[in-house]
C-alpha cells in the first residue's frame, strides 16, 4: 500500500474503532517518560533538551525501523490520531451538561484538557470543552496527518512523542519552566503548519456549522496573535469565528490561574454549542485528510516527473 492509502485506513480505523482500549502505545511512551524524568528531572533547560532529544529520537528511530512493514503507517495512524476520541468526549460532556449532570461532565473532563473541572460551573465547562476541541482537533488530528503525509511512519511517531512530552512537561510553572521548556517549544514548531493549515480549513467549513468564513478570517487575523500559544490562537479563534461564539477569558489550572484573551464575537459557549463544536472538528479533519492527500500523491506525481528517464 501506498502512503496516502494507508493514512486514509488508519484514519478510517480510528473513527471506526477509536483508541485501542488496552496497552495503549501512547500511554506506554507516558510511561517510559515519567520514568525517565524521575531520573533525569533538574531545573535545566540542558537537562530537558536531552530528555526530549531522547525519547523524540526513540520514537523516529522506531519508526524508522517499521517503516517498511506492510501496514505499519496504517498501525501508526490509527494510534496517533485522536480526532475520533476528542469528539466523543467532547460530545459527551455536552449531553452530560445539557442533562444538567455536572459531576459526570467534569469527571469526563482531564480527558479533554488540563483545567481543574472541580471549580467550574456549566458555562465553565461547556467553554473549556469547546475549546479544547478546537485545539486538539488541529494538535490530535491534523498535524499526525501533517507530518505523516510529509514523513510517513517515522514523523507521526516523532510528532505524537513531541505532543505527548509538551502534555507532560510543557508548563510554565516552577517545576517545568526549565526542564520543558525544549519540549514546548518543540511542539510549536512541528504545530505551527499543521494548525494554520487546521485554521484554512475551518474557514472553509464555517458554513457546515451555520457559521461565515468571513468571520471566521476576521477572528484569525484580529485575536490569534493575542493568545499566549503561537498555534492554538489559530485553531481557536477560527473556532469561535466559525461558530459564532466568543472563547477565552479566565483560565482555572492546577498550577494557578491564567487570564487568556477573548477570541471572537458572540455569546460564550453554551453546552448545546457543543453538538457543533464536534461537528466542526469532524469536517475539519476531513478537510484536512482530503488536503493531505492530495498533497502525497502530488509530491509523488513531481518526484516521477523529475526522475531521468531510462
Known sequence: ??????????????????????????????????????????????????????????????????????????????????????????????????????????????????????????????????????????????????????????????????????AMVGYRNDRYADFGWASARLDDVLNYVPARLAGAVTVVAAPAVGGEPAQALRAWRRDARSHPSPNAGVAEATAAGALGLQLGGRTQYPHGVEMRPTLGDGPAPQPHDLRRATRLSLVVECGAVVATLLCVRTGRRAGRRGRPQS
Not at 524508522?64 to 495512524?77: D, K, Q, S, V, Y
Open 1 to 166: 500500500m501506498n502512503r496516502s492509502t494507508e493514512l486514509a485506513l488508519g484514519v478510517l480505523a480510528d473513527e471506526v474503532f477509536g483508541d485501542p482500549r488496552r496497552y495503549h502505545p501512547v500511554a506506554g511512551f507516558g510511561t517510559i517518560a515519567m520514568r525517565l524524568e524521575q531520573r533525569m528531572y533538574a531545573p535545566s533547560k540542558l537537562r530537558g533538551a536531552i530528555y526530549t532529544a531522547i525519547l523524540v529520537g526513540g520514537a523516529t528511530a522506531l519508526g524508522c525501523a517499521a517503516r517498511n512493514i506492510p501496514g505499519g503507517t496504517a498501525l501508526g495512524t490509527w494510534v496517533v490520531v485522536g480526532g475520533a476520541g476528542l469528539r466523543r468526549a467532547g460530545g459527551a460532556v455536552g449531553e452530560h451538561l445539557e442533562r444538567g449532570d455536572l459531576d459526570a461532565a467534569r469527571s469526563l473532563l482531564p480527558s479533554l484538557c488540563g483545567r481543574d473541572p472541580s471549580v467550574l460551573d456549566t458555562a465553565g465547562l461547556a467553554r473549556a470543552a469547546t475549546e479544547s476541541v478546537a485545539e486538539n482537533t488541529s494538535d490530535a488530528a491534523v498535524a499526525p496527518l501533517f507530518w505523516g503525509a510529509a514523513l510517513g511512519l517515522p514523523g507521526l511517531l516523532a510528532y505524537r512523542a513531541a505532543n505527548t512530552l509538551d
